[in-house]
């Protein structure tokens, strides 16, 4: 059952490099690079899926398993194209590359990007668009499965502490939620277009702004277009993609009470609003205008809870306040259910209530308090699984942290190397600052870089019980899982 | 009642405040500065605990602001001689300096130590060896109390996530405890004399080492001395002091069994023993011999685990692997029970060994795991205990760090400021390096970190529900606490 799975992802993905063939064919550059790997993608995908499985139920650790095989291998092939095009010839470079891009982090290693092929770059952002909303969850939408097993996939592919199914039923669900996303990418690829910007760069950046990754075409990022107008479109898109796009499902159904009452809403863009007033004024004194500071502080804001990764100016400049909010945003994260990495800010809320109704608890042991959290009561489970989140990620970070400080970078590039890494974003601060790159990075360093990538894309879980001996046993006596 | 136990502690500063006055004397000095402030703490002690309380139960949220009044007044009062002497004249400065003594965090405000009086370097020093073990405990150990309240006191001061009674009378406990501490303090005195040590410099290395605080009366702290013997014997008791102290009674007790099967003893002692050897050979190649590294590295491990905060060496300028090994660390902390600070090994060990069984959980879902700590095993409400315990932690340092950057000093002074502050280390890096100081902070941000300093050393909550309204009205219903 997992080999038929991941065979039809690897079909799913040979059919994927069709977009950024026919670019490279509309710019005249070589269709090798595609086809090669969409031949071998097609080999293997059928190999893998080359016989219908019996019984069609998956279990929770079947479908961790399924998740992060998915991931690692769809990386390693997607990784080709850099290779044999000879854009990035080295192989873990160009897997670092593509890590990055489909798990929407938008860390780079590649120093001047603007000479890149035009099929490759479109294929690099296209990776964003794909891995955003999650390519098993594409999968789901297009290919007929059962229930059974799609809810734990799902599970461990999209961002959060909680999936809901929005219909009845699965696969409805993951068309729902693409048809959200497609018609959202389009808006803004008019809307960049309208104001000028050629249509191979609308779709890369709006490629990055949907799937919150942040790889742009050029090096100084959206920075080099210095137009308002293009700032203020891909900054209300890197939010709106930051939202739970359960809400727009609600939107589309009337429901809009669900939305404005949304409490996850609500506290995501009070921390915007006061993180933009708070960094406007602090980097007044360099801009001189209100305007341009806000618009400035908006974006890069936008960018980084958002953890997309754009910038627009060199943050790396601001003064510690203003860098100080970016980084403990980089961990709060967007909104689960939304295309955007780190902690989120659903986890960020429970765990800030739970927090004061356990104080409350110890001045009045005897009192009964009940957390309520978007109007439902808080319960004991989803409290424990957002600590146990925040415990696993402390202590992947701090081993990681200690293993990339061999590195010998200073402190601050290697923290928020890792942050950036971990949480999604791509840029952080000093070495790997927003005019920075991963360049410098030893092979073994991209790689533990990578394998954060796919710890914090898939919320931590997968990655790890890939690595318990117990999940690659053979098992004889199934367990139902629930 | 909560008068009349702070009123006793007060009394008690008052009568510790003769042995810094006999200091003074001995050196000819003034007394002025020690016997001033003694009337005024006689004067309130009295004026507080004028009435014997009728009913003498102590509620938990009584026992919890308690402490955090105590230590604050006791801060308060303390800081009085240093102002009065004339060797800090800046009242907020010497209130940093106290809570920093009380706290044993060592964070210091002075550029210049050897100026000082002897009497007040006596005193500075002294009020670690007092806050090490706890002043409600000292006050227990000393006054007649009913066990009824001394509980939740003891609960509430000394570090760790538990508790225990030793034997089944509290002020016995406290006996014992303190017997413990006073006998190891003075064997480490005679051995720093014996190896050439000046009597009072002795003292104050022992006071450093027995709160692990970490003030010295040299500029270059026990570097200055540059004498192996005296390295190890400092890296050796800080250790120690690093230990549960209910492991010594066992030792006493001959239960030698629970000293060597205790699994928090045996994780702090391997995360030392990899940290020094990784350490020592990082930095190999700066001090030459193996000898030599391993000596530096001992002593600053030992210094930072244990949140003393002494130091031979400059490791502000150590490779960024050792630096990153010291960071982690100043996290880590000593064990529970003991006199330094931090998050304790104990949490770091519950949180890893829950943590795994979380994730077995997740691909066993129906498997019945039983996690075991120190043979017992973990109740989900000791886990619960230890998952709130760093959720509330990471909020409060989100915040200070927050605030702290608005300072304007770089990401890593800022950060391993408020960290060497609110686990009781004292240097950090960069401006507050081992060779620096905290003199260049302004006065908010002393009395920011001067919370953070006292939030550190009573574990959160009783500073955290001092700021809880409810603490200060007056209940007229009074609820059994448990």
Same mark, same amino acid.
């Given at each position: 059952?997992? +080999? ?80 044999? =095009? ?84 699965? =696969? ?22 309208? +104001? ?17 990754? +942040? ?37 589309l159904i009337k429901r809009f009470k669900d939305v404005f009452h949304s409490e996850e ?25 209100v305007g341009k500071s806000l618009r400035y502080a908006f974006f890069q804001v936008s ?13 790396n400049s601001w003064p510690t306040f203003s860098k100080g909010i970016l980084v403990v ?154």
């Amino acid at each position: 059952m997992i +080999g038929y799975v991941i065979g039809r992802i690897l079909l799913t993905e040979a059919a994927l490099l069709v977009l950024p063939a026919v670019t490279a064919l509309a710019y005249g550059e070589s269709l090798r690079p595609f086809l090669l790997t969409a031949l071998l993608l097609v080999a293997v995908g059928l190999i893998m899926g080359r016989k219908k499985p019996i019984r069609t139920a998956l279990y929770a650790r079947d479908g961790f398993a399924v998740v992060a095989l998915a991931w690692l291998l769809m990386s390693a092939f997607g990784a080709l194209p850099f290779v044999i =095009s000879g854009d990035i010839p080295f192989y873990v470079d160009a897997f670092f590359e593509t890590v990055s891009g489909f798990t929407t982090t938008g860390a780079s290693i590649l120093t001047e990007i603007e000479p890149l092929h035009r099929g490759i770059l479109f294929w690099r952002s296209f990776t964003h668009w794909v891995g955003g909303m999650g390519v098993l969850v594409f999968v789901m939408a297009i290919l007929p499965m059962t229930d059974g097993h799609g809810m734990h996939l799902m599970r461990a592919e999209v961002p959060g502490p909680s999936v809901g199914k929005l219909v009845s039923r699965m =696969s409805d669900t993951a068309k729902i939620l693409y048809g959200i996303y497609l018609v959202l990418t389009v808006i803004e690829i008019v809307l960049l277009m309208a +104001g000028g910007m050629p249509l191979f760069d609308s779709c890369i950046h709006a490629f990055g702004s949907a799937g919150t990754g +942040g790889f742009s075409n050029r090096n100084l990022s959206v920075g080099a277009y210095d137009n308002a107008y293009f700032d203020v479109v891909i900054g209300v898109f890197m939010l709106l993609f930051g939202v739970n796009f359960n809400l727009y499902y609600f939107l589309l159904i009337k429901r809009f009470k669900d939305v404005f009452h949304s409490e996850e809403l609500r506290a995501y863009l009070g921390i915007v609003a006061a993180a933009v007033i708070a960094i406007a004024v602090d980097i007044l004194h360099i801009y001189g205008s209100v305007g341009k500071s806000l618009r400035y502080a908006f974006f890069q804001v936008s960018s980084i809870i958002t953890t997309t990764g754009f910038a627009t100016a060199d943050f790396n400049s601001w003064p510690t306040f203003s860098k100080g909010i970016l980084v403990v945003l980089m961990f709060v994260g967007a909104c689960a259910g939304s295309t955007g990495g780190g902690v989120k800010v659903a986890r960020v809320v429970i765990l800030v209530k739970s927090s004061l109704a356990d104080m409350r608890k110890m001045l009045h042991p005897n009192a009964i308090a009940t957390v309520r959290f978007e109007g439902k009561p808080l319960t004991e489970r989803s409290v424990r699984g957002v600590h146990v989140f925040i415990s696993v990620y402390v202590l992947v970070f701090a081993v990681s942290f200690l293993l990339l400080t061999l590195e010998g970078f200073d402190l601050i590039t290697t923290f928020t190397a890792l942050a950036a890494c971990i949480n999604n974003i791509g840029p952080g601060l000093e070495v790997v600052g927003p005019m920075g790159n991963y360049a410098q990075f030893s092979p073994w360093a991209k790689l533990l870089l990578s394998f954060n990538m796919l710890v914090g894309r898939l919320e931590i879980f997968p990655m790890l019980l890939l690595c318990a001996p117990s999940i690659w046993k053979r098992r004889i006596v199934r367990q139902p899982s629930r």
